[in-house]
């Protein structure tokens, strides 16, 4: 006969729920932390899981349904056992906020048995053993995030072994002598010391960068550099774009198709630059060995960051959901129902609001609500049905292809990865620079090869010198002419007025910048075995200098449109060296509204 368990575990922390969500709902890491054994996913179809235990006797095999949960207020499981001594179990977890401050955090376990042995023997492993270890482990969380921690203070830390420090040593003296500061090196031998298995197998430098509270870019750039001395290996994943899971992972870009499968979702995707091809690091194993593969749970809400909630509600019930939401845009899809329902979330929006659901879908019109709703889902259909929330941005903490393939450093390091000759693969947004020499042909005549060549070659010294440093590379150079690309074009603007700046200097005979701005989506292609771009984007970008008398910027009206140029030009150009006009572009059908600004 079976007999069911219930156990109901309560605990008062410091920390806050969103504090203690990033620990408390990464299960994997909590059932490692709290002694459970390592697991081996057997299936996954549509986000139902088949599991097993690595148990030297025992076979524990079940099937495991799709978390449920709120951001940052509960998570649950159900585990449907086919073999080994339970039957099914289920886990619900609350953290609700205390008055004041801290979290009161309800643990509730039901298990289901037929089994004799477990009948008597779960009291004390569940009751008793486990209890103590699940409040051990909570209690370390709540310190580690009530100081502000992230989990890189990991609970079990490996570190460096002696002669791994001493390879560590000695081959970031490259890393060093390449131009990165040696407070960075050292906050990474830090890290890799306080780091536990899971934080070393999928390191994201912008993640650790934001932890270490310093700029993001020179923390990349350093990771390259260790990559290429040896210290640290990198690695491509593929990112499904509706669970946003890794699909792949490899080692160099050349390995990196156009198109990609998720086994969870079932679907096919086309892969993007910008999105989802993310660029991690581990540690090379002359460094420090780390076991990629253990695994302690199958899934878990830290898995999708960017789902704030997940919940199940039967047909003609509601439910309502209590939220703590980020500023921005979300949608809300229910499983069996047609469309999706937009959100935005700011300061200005309401606090509760009802969402109904019918078999015809949601209604036309999104909902415009607060940083802390309560959201009343209402099914009203007769089946049950999956209502899923997720942020619609991308983190902005993936370092994407884009990002790492845009570097001077990357393109220094690892001229050789590029995509497979035949190729194409789509990047969302990228910000391209043409630029030329003006009467450049008069001054080798004015002043003989010898000395126009030295010219020439210090005004690309000055150029490459300038986009690097804002975060640029440069693709290629054609004659006198240079192409580079930038993530945002503010970096772009600020390299070409620094170089013109210090061109400007160098005294007779002048040189003079012809420089054409565009941002738009293009290809990226292998051409002559160096990562290269194609499109309109490029055609459009390249086609702008032929518009400039030198000394002048020409850009268009994307270009213009970026909050950040707007406010660049208003601060620090007078309204006189800023024009708009129209020109006829060469293979364009329509006239070009573009701009034109004098350095």
Known sequence: MAKEFHFHWQWDLKSTPEALWPFASDTNRFNRDTGQPAVEMLSNIMG???????????????????????????????????????????????????????????????????????????????????????????????????????????????????SGRARFKSQSEAVIHQGTDPALVKRLEEFFNQADEFSLQRIRPYALADSWKVSRRPVLEMFLRATRAGVLDMYWDLLCPSCRGTTEGHTNLAEVH?????????????????????????????????????????????????????????????????????????????????????????????????????????????????????????????????????????????ATAADVTALQVFRDLFATDVVRPGEEISIGSVVLMFTDLRDSTRMYRKIGDASAFGRVREHFEILEKAIAEEGGGIVKTMGDAVMATFRHPIDALKAVWKAQTIIAERGEPMLWLKVGLHKGPCIVVNLNDRLDYFGSTVNMTARLPNFSQGGELIFTEDFYSDPEIRDFIAKNIPPSALSQFTGDLKGFDEPLTMWKLRV
């Open 48 to 162: 139902t899981k088949r599991a097993r235990m690595k148990l030297p006797i025992i076979k524990v095999e079940w099937d495991e349904e799709p978390f449920e949960w709120t951001y940052p207020y509960s998570f649950g499981i159900v585990r449907k056992y086919s073999k080994g001594p339970i039957d099914s179990m289920r886990v619900q977890v609350n953290l609700d906020a205390r008055e004041g401050n801290g979290t009161h955090v309800t643990y509730q376990t039901w298990i289901s048995t037929h089994n004799l042995l477990a009948q008597i023997g779960i009291p004390f492993a569940i009751g008793v053993i486990a209890r103590d270890r699940f409040e051990k482990t909570l209690r370390l969380y709540d310190r580690i995030a009530d100081r502000s921690g992230t989990l890189f203070s990991a609970s079990r830390p490996r570190g460096l072994t002696s």
């Open 258 to 398: 156009g198109t990609s499968h998720c086994d969870t979702c079932q679907i096919d995707f086309s892969v993007n630059f910008d999105h989802n091809i993310e660029v991690v690091f581990r540690p090379n194993p002359s460094i420090m060995k780390v076991e990629f593969n253990a695994a302690f749970c199958v899934g878990s809400p830290q898995m999708q960051p960017h789902v704030f909630m997940t919940q199940t509600i039967s047909g003609l019930r509601s439910l309502p959901a209590p939220l703590q939401l980020e500023a921005g845009r979300y949608t809300l899809r229910a499983s069996n129902v047609p469309g999706s329902l937009s959100l935005f979330a700011d300061v200005d929006g309401v606090e509760k609001a009802d969402i109904r659901v019918t078999q015809f879908g949601f209604p036309l019109e999104g909902q415009h609500v607060s940083l802390h709703p309560t959201l009343n889902l209402i099914n009203a259909t007769d089946a049950d049905s999956t209502f899923t929330m997720e942020r619609t941005t991308w983190s902005d903490q993936a």
